[in-house]
């Protein structure tokens, strides 16, 4: 009958499929998603180490961004593939930090773990990490100094500051 077809369930996955709830998949996507950070972990920072990976080609590249490195990544789990689009969003938007974005993201998830355990619904983990955001965003505003946009010395000072290990090398006091 058309009532009986009208709710009839929509299959939507494969009928072998086995589909799982609760704190389960919660700790399976946490630990899909800190498998991604600890890949680039060791590439950040001043002791930051470079990785050697093979490319789809065949060929060796050695790197440490982040971004690059995550891009050769051939992933299948849906929380792995969106900090991989964490970081790709990063990138074009920012232009820089994917590998930071990735890590504090994963140390974010590590510590929510620990709520979940405790049995902490998830709204109420991303309550408190959006409070906690606006709680930073309110000290930034304190700390934050105003800066001349005329005071060239200064500006300077400051993209060296930033692009300083950014590219190391490639640009010396010759282009600053």
């Known amino acids: 009958t058309e009532s009986a077809a009208m709710h009839a369930p ?6 072998g499929v086995k589909r799982e709830t609760g704190s389960k998949v919660h700790h399976a996507n946490i630990q899909a998603s800190k498998a991604v950070a600890d890949i680039i972990r060791t590439t950040l920072g001043p002791r930051s180490m470079l990785k050697m990976l093979l490319d789809t080609g065949g060929g060796i590249v050695v790197t440490n961004d982040g971004n690059s490195i995550l891009r050769e990544l051939d992933v299948a789990h849906p929380a792995a593939k969106s900090m991989i689009e964490l970081s790709r969003t990063q990138d074009e938007e920012v232009g820089d930090g994917t590998t930071s974005v990735i890590v504090l993201a994963g140390e ?4 929510a773990e620990a709520y979940i355990d405790k049995a902490y619904h998830p709204t109420v983990i991303c309550r408190a990490y959006s409070k906690a955001l606006e709680d930073a965003i309110a000290v930034l505003d304190k700390i934050a100094i105003p ?10 000072k400051m993209v060296r500051s930033c692009i300083g290990t950014k590219f190391t090398g490639q640009f010396g006091e010759s282009h600053c």
Do not use: A, G
């Not at 929509?10 to 009928?15: A, G």
């Not at 946009?149 to 500006?155: A, F, G, Q, S």
């Open 10 to 15: 929509v299959l939507v996955l494969n009928e």
């Open 108 to 111: 974010m998830l590590h510590v």
């Open 147 to 156: 800066i001349d946009v005329n005071d060239r010395p200064t500006l300077l």
